[in-house]
C-alpha cells in the first residue's frame, strides 16, 4: 500500500507557553494531516532530555519528556491556574525554544500541580506505578538524586550510589520519598496525555511513527541501573564511546559520547534490556524508526578519553540474533531501519534480511558524495522516502546553501520550477516515486528556510529549537497536500471514509431544509 506522512517534532508545536506539548494544537495537528490525507505523523524521541536539550541524550529510554505535559490540560484538571502559566517569562520569541527559561518556568509550575495532586491522588497514579515500577521506581529515584547533586551525572556521585550498595540505595528511597513520588506523577500525567493524544490520531486514521535511538546517554538511569550491560570500568567508567568516523561532512568524526552495549553479556540473557526497551516502544507508538541501524551489524568504538573520533575502530554488533529475538519475544513489529551513512555489504544484508525498509533522502541525490542509490529511479518500493531529515536543511534552505552543482543538477532532474515552488518540486519527486511510504518534514510543507531547520550534526547550542507558529499551518496547504496524495495513489483510505460521511451529512441536512 503506498503511503505518506508528515514529520513533526512535538516541540516544534504551537503553543502560548514555550514549547509545543501533547494538548489541542496536537490534535489541530493530527486533523491537519487527516485534511491532507496523510497516513502517518512521525515524531522525533518523545524522551526526557539532558544537557544540550537532544531527544537523542536522555536521562531514560523509558521515560516521557515532562516539557510536553500539557499546561492547558493540567489547569482544567485544577493543578494550575491560567493566571500561574501566563505570569512566567517563556522567552521572546515564540518560533524558538528558550530551554534556559523552560527549565526554571516549567518545573517550578509542575511543582505546583504536585502540591495539589499530593492532596487527592487518583487510584489511577497508584496502579500507574505498580504497573511500570520495573523502570520508573529507579528511574524517579535516579532523578530525584540528581537533583540532590544540583544536576551532576551519576558518574560524579558518591560510591555508594554510583555502585547501589543496598543499604544506600534503601535509606535514598526513604529520603527523597517526597521527589520520587513528583517525578512519578510526572510520568503518570506524561502517559495520560500521550495516551489520549495516540488514541484521538489512531481514532482518526493517523498511526504515530516514533524514533529510539540505538544508543543511551551515559548520564542515565538506563546505564545506572544497568552498568552491566555496558562497556564500563570496574570503577564505571566508559571504556569506549559511540560516533561515526571522519568523513567528507565532517574531518574529526563525529563523537557521540554514548557508552557501548556488552552485546556478548547481553547476548546470555537473550537480550532482555532491548526487549524490554522495544516493548515499551510498541506501547507507546505504532510503528518504530530505529536510529543508526547500520550499529547492529557494526560500530564505531572510540576510547572514551579522546576528543575526537579519529581513533576509532569498528567492532562487531549483534546482527539478526537481536532481530529473532526480538521477533521471537514480541512478534512483528512495524520498524524503518534508519540506514543511512556509509554502508558496507554486511550492513546491506543485515537491512535486507530483517525485511525493514530502509530510508533514501532526496538531498543526498545530488551530492557527489553520497552513491546514485539516492536517485528516485533507483529506489526499490520496501523503503521510505524524505525530502529530508531532522538533520538535513529544509528543501528551500538546501536550494540556497548546497553546492551549485547539486542544485543545477535537482533543478534539472526533478524538473523544480519557481511557479510550482521548489519545496513542491521536490516532494512530488518523492510522493511519485515507487517506494511505499514518504514521509515529508513540515518545514517543507510550509516552504520555510534554514531559519526552521531542526539540527545541525556535531553542533551544540542552536538545535532543537524550531517552533511552528499557529498561522503557518493552514488549510490551503492541507488541501495542497491531499491533492498531490491523491495523485500519486497514497490517500489514506480513512481520510476518504470521512470525507464521503461528511458529504453525505451535509446532503442530507440539505434535503431536510
Given at each position: ?198 488514541a484521538y490520531a489512531n481514532e482518526k486514521g493517523i498511526r504515530i511513527i516514533g524514533d529510539v535511538p540505538i544508543y543511551v546517554a551515559g548520564d542515565s538511569a538506563d546505564v545506572w541501573t544497568n552498568p552491566e550491560q555496558f562497556y564500563l570500568d570496574k570503577k564505571l567508567n566508559p571504556i569506549e564511546v559511540a560516533g561515526c568516523p571522519p ?118 541525490a545530488f551530492d557527489s558524495r553520497e552513491g546514485s542509490d539516492y536517485l528516485p529511479h533507483n529506489y526499490p518500493t520496501n523503503c521510505v522516502v524524505y525530502t529530508g531529515t531532522h538533520d538535513n536543511d529544509t528543501v528551500m534552505g538546501w536550494m540556497e546553501t548546497a553546492p551549485k552543482e547539486a542544485v543545477e543538477f535537482a533543478t534539472e ?101
Amino acid at each position: 500500500m503506498r503511503t505518506a506522512g508528515v514529520l513533526m517534532p512535538i516541540f516544534s508545536l504551537p503553543s502560548p507557553y514555550g514549547i509545543g506539548t501533547m494538548g489541542k494544537e496536537a490534535r489541530k495537528f493530527v486533523d491537519f494531516l487527516v485534511k491532507g490525507g496523510q497516513t502517518y505523523w512521525q515524531i522525533l524521541p518523545i524522551c526526557p532530555t539532558s544537557y544540550g536539550d537532544s531527544p537523542y541524550q536522555s536521562f531514560s529510554s523509558f521515560a516521557g519528556n515532562p516539557y510536553f505535559i500539557d499546561l492547558e490540560y493540567l489547569c482544567k484538571d485544577k493543578l494550575l491556574t491560567k493566571a500561574e502559566c501566563e505570569s512566567y517569562d517563556w522567552g521572546d520569541n515564540s518560533q524558538y525554544i528558550d530551554y534556559g527559561k523552560m527549565y526554571v518556568a516549567r518545573y517550578d509550575l509542575l511543582r505546583k500541580a504536585f502540591a495539589r495532586f499530593v492532596k487527592d491522588m487518583p487510584k489511577e497514579f497508584l496502579d500507574f506505578c505498580e504497573e511500570q515500577k520495573e523502570w520508573l521506581d529507579d528511574y524517579a529515584l535516579f532523578m530525584a538524586l540528581k537533583d540532590a547533586h544540583e544536576g551532576k551525572s551519576w558518574f560524579e556521585w558518591e560510591k555508594e550510589l554510583r555502585v547501589r550498595e543496598p543499604q544506600t540505595i534503601k535509606k535514598a528511597y526513604i529520603e527523597y520519598e517526597e521527589d520520587i513520588q513528583f517525578y512519578k506523577m510526572l510520568q503518570y500525567l506524561f502517559v495520560k496525555q500521550w495516551s489520549e493524544l495516540k488514541a484521538y490520531a489512531n481514532e482518526k486514521g493517523i498511526r504515530i511513527i516514533g524514533d529510539v535511538p540505538i544508543y543511551v546517554a551515559g548520564d542515565s538511569a538506563d546505564v545506572w541501573t544497568n552498568p552491566e550491560q555496558f562497556y564500563l570500568d570496574k570503577k564505571l567508567n566508559p571504556i569506549e564511546v559511540a560516533g561515526c568516523p571522519p568523513d567528507a561532512f565532517s574531518e574529526d568524526g563525529q563523537l557521540w559520547g554514548n557508552p557501548l552495549y556488552r552485546w556478548n553479556v547481553m547476548k546470555k540473557d537473550n537480550y532482555a534490556w532491548w526487549v524490554r526497551r522495544m516493548k515499551a516502544m510498541t506501547e507507546f507508538y505504532d510503528v518504530i524508526r530505529i536510529d543508526h541501524f547500520r550499529g547492529f551489524d557494526s560500530y564505531y568504538a572510540i576510547p572514551a578519553k579522546d576528543t575526537t573520533a579519529k581513533n576509532g575502530k569498528w567492532k562487531k554488533g549483534p546482527g539478526m540474533k537481536l532481530f529473532k529475538q526480538l521477533k521471537k519475544e514480541l512478534g512483528d513489529m512495524p520498524i524503518i531501519a534508519e540506514d543511512l551513512g556509509f554502508l558496507t555489504p554486511s550492513v546491506i544484508k543485515l537491512v535486507k534480511d530483517s525485511g525493514y525498509p530502509g530510508m533514501k533522502i532526496i538531498q543526498f541525490a545530488f551530492d557527489s558524495r553520497e552513491g546514485s542509490d539516492y536517485l528516485p529511479h533507483n529506489y526499490p518500493t520496501n523503503c521510505v522516502v524524505y525530502t529530508g531529515t531532522h538533520d538535513n536543511d529544509t528543501v528551500m534552505g538546501w536550494m540556497e546553501t548546497a553546492p551549485k552543482e547539486a542544485v543545477e543538477f535537482a533543478t534539472e532532474y526533478l524538473n523544480l520550477t519557481e511557479e510550482e515552488g521548489y519545496n513542491w518540486g521536490m516532494m512530488r519527486a518523492a510522493w511519485s516515486s515507487v517506494a511505499d511510504m514518504v514521509i515529508v518534514p513540515l518545514q517543507d510543507i510550509l516552504g520555510l528556510g534554514s531559519e526552521a531547520r531542526i539540527n545541525i550534526p556535531s553542533t551544540l547550542g542552536e538545535n532543537w529549537k524550531w517552533r511552528a507558529l499557529p498561522e503557518q499551518i493552514t488549510e490551503d496547504d492541507a488541501k495542497r497536500l491531499y491533492r498531490y496524495s491523491e495523485m500519486y495513489g497514497r490517500i489514506n483510505p480513512a481520510t476518504v471514509v470521512k470525507k464521503t460521511e461528511k458529504k453525505k451529512k451535509e446532503t442530507g441536512k440539505k434535503k431536510k431544509a
